[in-house]
C-alpha cells in the first residue's frame, strides 16, 4: 500500500523557533530600552544577536531531516517578523534612538543575520545528532 510521507520541512518546528528567536530579541531591545541605550554598536548588534543560535537548534533538533536548512530559514522567518515588529513598535514607542537605528537600511541585514545564526544552530544540531548516533552504535 501507499504510506503517506510526512513533510520534510517541520512546519510547527519552524514557527516555534521564529517566535522563540523574536521572544529575545523583544526581550533584549526591551532591556535596551529599559537601560535608556541611546545606540548600539555593530559589535553589540553582532553579539546580542549570536543567542539566535538558540532558536536554530532548537529547530533542528526538532527536524527529522535537513537541519540546516531547518535552522536557516526559521532564523529567516523570524528575523522577518522581527524586523516588521520593529517597524510596528516605531509608531508605538516613537522617541527611542535604539529602534530607529534597527529601522530601515538595518532590516536586510537582520533579515541575513537570521539566516546565519539559523544556519550556524542548524549546523550545532546536526552534530549533537551524529554524535547521539554514535553513542547508540
Do not use: C
Request: positive net charge; aromatic residues 8%.
Amino acid at each position: 500500500m501507499n504510506a503517506v510521507q510526512p513533510p520534510f520541512m517541520n512546519y510547527r518546528a519552524l514557527w516555534q523557533g521564529a517566535i522563540i528567536l523574536v521572544v529575545f530579541s523583544l526581550g533584549m531591545i526591551g532591556l535596551a530600552l529599559l537601560f535608556d541605550i541611546q545606540k548600539a554598536t555593530a559589535p553589540q548588534l553582532l553579539t546580542l544577536s549570536a543567542l539566535w543560535i538558540a532558536p536554530g537548534v532548537f529547530t533542528a533538533l526538532k527536524a527529522v531531516d535537513g537541519r540546516l536548512l531547518h535552522g536557516m530559514v526559521m532564523g529567516v522567518i523570524g528575523a522577518l517578523l522581527l524586523s516588521l515588529l520593529i517597524q510596528l513598535m516605531l509608531y508605538l514607542i516613537p522617541y527611542p534612538n535604539v529602534l530607529q537605528q534597527l529601522a530601515g537600511d538595518k532590516s536586510l541585514m537582520i533579515l541575513i543575520l537570521g539566516g546565519l545564526w539559523g544556519a550556524t544552530g542548524g549546523i550545532f544540531a546536526e552534530i549533537v545528532y551524529l554524535r547521539r548516533r554514535k553513542k547508540r552504535q
